[in-house]
């Protein structure tokens, strides 16, 4: 399993596969669905990159137990 910098203030849609334990095309349909919702945590989309903010992502991640 890949390490993740806990340092970054973004997470990449890689980085998001692996917390939550999806595919590649799931991830990808999530979070522009989280996208154009703009909730439970925003996402910013340059171009046709996704960058999830690290510290609204995982708050919702930890609200999720």
């Given at each position: 399993m890949e390490m993740i910098q806990t340092d970054k203030k973004v997470y990449e849609?890689?980085?998001i596969q692996t917390l939550l334990g999806i595919g590649r095309s799931?991830?990808?349909?999530?979070?522009?669905d989280v996208y154009e919702k703009r909730e439970p945590f925003p996402?910013?989309?340059v171009g046709r990159l996704?960058?999830?903010p690290k510290k609204p992502f995982d708050k919702w991640l930890d609200g999720c137990d």
């Open positions: 849609v890689a980085e799931c991830a990808y349909s999530f979070l522009l996402v910013i989309k996704f960058k999830i």
